[in-house]
């Protein structure tokens, strides 16, 4: 065991994007279990324009956050200095460019950038344990859950970029790093993914017709529920500094819940939940879309923006909210996101409280969104 755990001095933490949908479910998740000495939030943008439901208040609370640009080095003292010369024990980098379909010089210098900037400046400061947050996306897409030994093949920008970080971290001479791919996270407060779905089940129900989707009902579209993912996050920081010194080859770990989601799955909860028919567009239409992505992408958009946003007027929804049926193309590419998880538990002990997307579950979604007044 560390000294500092050992003398009971708790770990002093780093979360860098912690405005973000995983950093703010991180430190509120620290913040009310009392897990730490110290968290520190590091985002570009301030906390009054982030969305916060009213809980992670106090946990994101102003003397915590430090607004920067992370991938900047100039910023690098103002993340990383604490007084009297001590140092963060753990930092989680859970910032970078979420949104899909950006230029690959967005990922490149906010993903990757990122990435490099705070992993070199954490294995210069000794910190003990860096724990880099990356995408289930990473592997070639099989409906054969990928272990972490699997082949590498990205499917998207995203993905490529987080690759790329990953294999260039492990090459930082000093860095104290563990690697977790992640599933699709959803939870309460979700804008991505998932969010998608229901609002698109929105606007169907209201038109009174069916939702159909593209490729097959076996589909894989693997998930994690937000709380399962940021106790994944500090149980392997935990365990890495349990272990004592720098570990080779680098721990890497899929976090993935139980229910190996697939479309079909998840058609059905929406059939459920919106009271719709849901159905899938049959080989010939799934054929021509491979070939015409694009079209299919600004087609679907176009029948359910409008609709949309008439919606939230009806609804008297003034403000913007996170909350859109925009679908993005990597999220209609014809790719499985199907992960296997076992590794993470079998070494870490790691236990899962939320074993599959479940009806309740997309339900306490649906409800987050009703009190934010975000969900015409």
Request: aromatic share 10%; charged share 30%.
């Amino acid at each position: 065991m560390s000294s500092e755990v050992a003398s009971g001095q708790k770990p002093a933490v780093l979360i860098i994007g912690g405005l973000g949908y995983t950093g703010r479910n991180l430190t509120k998740y620290l913040h009310d279990n009392n897990l730490t000495s110290e968290i520190r939030i590091v985002d570009k943008h301030l906390p009054e324009l982030a969305w916060l439901a009213p809980e992670f208040k106090e946990a994101c609370s102003r003397e915590r956050f430090v607004q920067a640009d992370a991938s900047q080095e100039r910023s690098l003292p103002r993340v990383f200095d604490r007084e009297a010369d001590k140092q963060f024990d753990y930092v989680f980098n859970c910032g970078g460019e979420t949104r899909f379909s950006q230029e690959e010089k967005v990922y490149e210098l906010r993903s990757y950038g990122l990435s490099m900037a705070v992993g070199k400046e954490a294995a210069k400061r000794k910190i003990k344990c860096f724990v880099e947050l990356s995408t289930g996306m990473v592997y070639k897409p099989d409906s054969t859950p990928r272990k972490e030994t699997d082949k590498l093949k990205p499917w998207s920008n995203l993905a490529k970029w987080k690759l790329k970080a990953e294999e260039d971290l492990t090459k930082v001479d000093g860095l104290n790093l563990v690697i977790m791919r992640i599933a699709q996270a959803y939870g309460p407060y979700t804008s991505k993914f998932l969010s998608t779905a229901l609002c698109m089940a929105r606007v169907y129900q209201s038109k009174k017709k069916e939702m159909r989707w593209l490729w097959k009902e076996d589909l894989r579209t693997n998930t994690v529920h937000i709380e399962d993912t940021v106790r994944a996050l500090w149980h392997v920081a935990e365990w890495y500094a349990k272990q004592g010194s720098q570990r080779k080859p680098t721990p890497v770990f899929n976090v993935v819940d139980h229910g190996n989601t697939s479309q079909g799955h998840t058609a059905k909860l929406i059939h459920e939940i919106f009271g719709i028919e849901t159905g899938f567009h049959g080989t010939l239409i799934s054929a021509f879309a491979r070939l015409n992505l694009d079209h299919v992408v600004d087609e679907v958009n176009d029948e359910t923006l409008d609709p949309w946003a008439e919606l939230q007027q009806a609804a008297g929804i003034s403000q913007t909210t996170p909350l859109s049926p925009f679908m993005e193309k990597e999220l209609l590419r014809d790719a499985d996101l199907s992960l296997d998880g076992s590794a993470f538990e079998k070494e870490t002990g790691f236990t899962y409280k939320h074993e599959k997307l479940t009806k309740e579950g997309v339900e306490e979604v649906v409800e987050s969104y009703k009190r934010m007044g975000w969900w015409p």
